[in-house]
């Protein structure tokens, strides 16, 4: 039997200070954070002394020190254990564990290490969103998960969204209120799809999902939650939010529900929300929460959202019913989940109060919340880079002050849709929580976090928002940078400096919701102006990234990292060619057309065989995860189309929405697809689209025998755009 000793934590309350008394499993804290180190570097984690400390004012502390080759490592938790030796192992080791790969130096003897102690100004660090589970997760086995949640445990994450085998839950209970199996069955999407059906954006849509499919979920999420709990986290699970499928609602023609309309979709992939006052609210959210718990054991927090990007359904004629009925919604969601556990937390995603500001002004949000107790709601205000750099609006959470007294954690969506060129404002991540922490409505700031829509892309950002979940105080990037060079890299020659400093003034210095090449989306995007950053400045910084690569070849991250920003260049490339092609389209100039678009497909060609090196940015990688999940080859396929579906036409408005820069993808749906738009003006273009989709396999290609040389030769003959 583990030792068992008695901690105290001084937990914060909104009714003062009290001090709890907590029983804590020494031994297992110790054994769980062990396990992690020891999948990360092997057994050299048995030669760590680890040791649990009490938390610090409700949140979490870790302290290292390392003398005469003994290291310890201290933390109140397995994440900060984790995130202490993390710290250790970056900073003393020169090391890196990042989605793309590894970066490890593991001496024989741990080099000495001054004593640090680091308290989190935060309760929580919060991971993942909703539609996460749609980007990147979707067709994940547990092998990749065991790595995602090792990775969250160095990154110090104690505050997962968990999602996984939520239709199992909900399956289970709509056959209690009578529905049959055919009538759950078409309430759902495709797996890829289901983030935005648990929103009630979306119904049927791809679907239905194979028999099997529910309890293989059930399985895995039983995986997941069990080690997401022995690493102390606090599993965010799903509640009902008031959608009802259309068999309920023909089952009962008294009720009165309102019809939902989001992105572009026809009515009958639409959702039904129940009104607030429906009493079938609170009794099917009790059923959700019961059945959840029943199958996955008592949980704290649950997330409800009823209007992601929807419109609340007020009465065009009776607009002074908006405050009451917002009054109404937030009572009956609290009051569903808390029927079903009475010590349950509502979380909701506060991405809609800024995406549709116009909407939530002060009085609708403080109408929607007045009726929940405020240590019964945490608020995740999901996208602090919106306000200023997509919205033009004051920060939401100084527009409705700190939430009126709500729990909110202080977060970032770095990423729409899985995109993968680099993007984000590094100075606003190394500062912006830091300026909430010293504002008026910190007292009920309890997190921090990054809520991603895919990952696996912009490694650079995540290594410092992680960081950020355990700083008070703004970081200095130069230092940070340097570090993260040496971590990632091994060195941080002169080059790479300047290349930096180059990347923060362009990729790195501005932020692009919707970052994608014209080539990707066949003719420019007029609803949705994004487009890659083709700024000189990054032009130079690719090539001074890749002037290094004599002295850092040698690192494997460096060299994904290469081959990446290669990529971006000969994009940029071949979409100042193929716009050239484009542009002697319309002024029916056909040899420059010609001779434009064959130099675009050329370049593209090139990237394409150039990412087959890279750990990541293949489609043969998404087709594999997705087809893994199928007993036969028609469901294979199902589970292949409906994982090509996402990342290509999606559905509704959203074509091209998740568009990745991919091996494969662009050799065999990318390029056909310019080269057929070019060549034929009558191109039936979504028939065409949808017939790739459905159609299992593709072509393959050989890796080049030294990509980073090859990207190098690429970047230097690609480097004029002279015809």
Not at 268 to 272: D, G
Not at 706 to 719: C, F, R, S, T, W
């Given at each position: 039997?583990?030792?068992k ?26 054994a ?15 030669a ?73 100004p ?34 110090g ?19 209690k ?6 009538e ?38 039983h995986?997941i ?16 939010a ?25 009515a ?5 929300v ?20 029943k ?39 609290y009051?569903?989940?808390k ?6 937390v ?5 991405w ?28 995740l ?23 009126y ?14 995109k ?85 003034k362009?990729?790195?210095g501005?932020f ?6 014209l080539?990707?989306l ?19 910084s ?11 070849k ?42 434009a678009?064959?130099k675009?497909?050329?370049?593209l ?7 087959e ?44 929405y998740a ?10 749906y ?28 593709g ?25």
């Open positions: 039997m583990y030792k000793i008695i901690l105290f934590f001084i937990l914060a309350s909104w009714n003062g200070i009290n001090v709890e008394a907590r029983q804590v499993d020494v031994g297992s804290i110790t769980s954070s062990r396990n992690v180190i020891r999948r990360t570097i092997g057994n050299r984690a048995d760590i002394d680890l040791q649990v400390v009490p938390s610090e004012n409700g949140t979490d502390v870790y302290e290292i020190e390392a003398r005469g080759g003994v290291l310890t490592v201290r933390g109140s938790s397995p994440s900060a254990i984790c995130s202490g030796f993390y710290e250790y192992l970056r900073k003393a080791c020169k090391s890196m564990v990042s989605w793309s790969g590894s970066n490890l130096h593991i001496p024989l003897k741990w080099p000495d290490y001054s004593k640090v102690k680091v308290v989190s935060y309760r929580y660090r919060y991971y993942l969103n909703v539609v996460t589970f749609g980007y990147t997760t979707p067709y994940w086995d547990w092998a990749r998960w065991e790595k995602e949640l090792d990775w969250m445990a160095l990154h994450v104690n505050l997962p969204l968990a999602t996984v085998a939520s239709e199992t839950i909900a399956a289970r209970v709509w056959k209120l009578g529905l049959s199996n055919k759950t069955d078409a309430f759902f999407t495709g797996p890829a799809h289901l983030p935005w059906h648990r929103m009630g954006n979306l119904n049927k849509w791809d679907g239905p999902v194979p028999s099997d499919w529910h309890k293989d979920q059930l399985d895995l999420q995986k939650l069990k080690r997401m709990r022995e690493l102390g986290m606090n599993p965010v699970a799903p509640a009902f008031g959608f009802v499928p259309e068999g309920f609602k023909k089952k009962h023609p008294e009720l009165h529900v309102n019809a939902l309309k989001w992105g572009g979709f026809p009958e992939y639409n959702a039904y129940l009104s607030p006052g429906s009493p079938w609210f609170k009794t099917i959210g009790k059923m959700f929460v019961e059945e959840w718990e199958e996955f054991g008592k949980n704290t927090f649950y997330l409800s959202d009823s209007f992601n990007e929807m419109d609340v359904p007020v009465p065009k004629d009776h607009p002074e019913q908006k405050y009451p009925l917002l009054a109404g919604y937030g009572e009956s969601i009051n569903s989940i029927a079903g556990n009475p010590d349950a509502w979380v909701t995603q506060g809609t109060f800024g995406y549709q500001h116009k909407f939530w002004d002060q009085r609708s949000l403080q109408a929607m919340l007045s009726k929940v107790p405020d240590d019964r709601m945490l608020i205000d999901l996208a602090n880079e919106y306000p200023e750099y997509v919205w033009k609006i004051p920060m939401v959470w100084k527009t409705h002050q700190g939430f007294g709500k729990q909110w954690i202080y977060s970032f969506v770095p990423n729409f849709g899985g993968t060129p680099w993007t984000g404002v590094l100075s606003l991540y190394a500062s912006g929580s830091a300026e909430a922490l010293k504002s008026p409505f910190s007292k009920n700031l309890v997190g921090f976090g990054s809520a991603p829509e895919g990952i696996e892309n912009n490694e650079v950002v995540y290594e410092l928002l992680a960081d950020m979940g355990w700083k008070r105080d703004a970081v200095d990037l130069d230092k940070w940078l340097d570090e993260y060079c040496r971590s990632r890299y091994g060195a941080y020659p002169d080059k790479m400096k300047l290349a930096w400093e180059q990347l923060r362009s990729a790195y501005s692009g919701s919707y970052p994608r090449f080539w990707q066949v003719v420019p995007d007029t609803r949705r102006k994004g487009s890659v950053n083709s700024d000189s400045l990054f032009m130079r690719a090539e001074n990234f890749l002037d290094c690569s004599e002295e850092l040698a690192s494997k991250l460096y060299q994904n990292d290469a081959i990446e920003i290669a990529m971006l260049y000969l994009g940029v490339r071949a979409d100042q060619w193929y716009s050239r092609a484009l542009k002697a389209d319309a002024q029916n100039d056909q040899t420059v057309k010609r001779k678009g064959e675009a497909v050329e370049i060609y090139q990237i394409d065989r150039l990412l090196s890279h750990p990541n940015n293949r489609l043969q990688t998404w087709v594999d995860y997705a087809r893994s999940h199928g007993k036969t080859e028609e469901e294979k396929n199902y589970y292949e189309a409906n994982a090509k579906r996402l990342i290509t036409t999606w559905g509704g408005v959203q074509n091209d568009a990745r820069i991919w091996s494969g993808l662009i050799r065999d990318y390029i056909p697809r310019i080269q057929k738009h070019l060549a034929n003006a009558g191109f039936r273009r979504l028939d065409w689209e949808e017939k790739w989709i459905k159609t299992p396999g072509s393959r290609v050989e890796p080049f025998d030294d990509p980073i040389q090859k990207a190098k030769e690429l970047v230097a003959a690609y480097g004029s755009i002279e015809l």
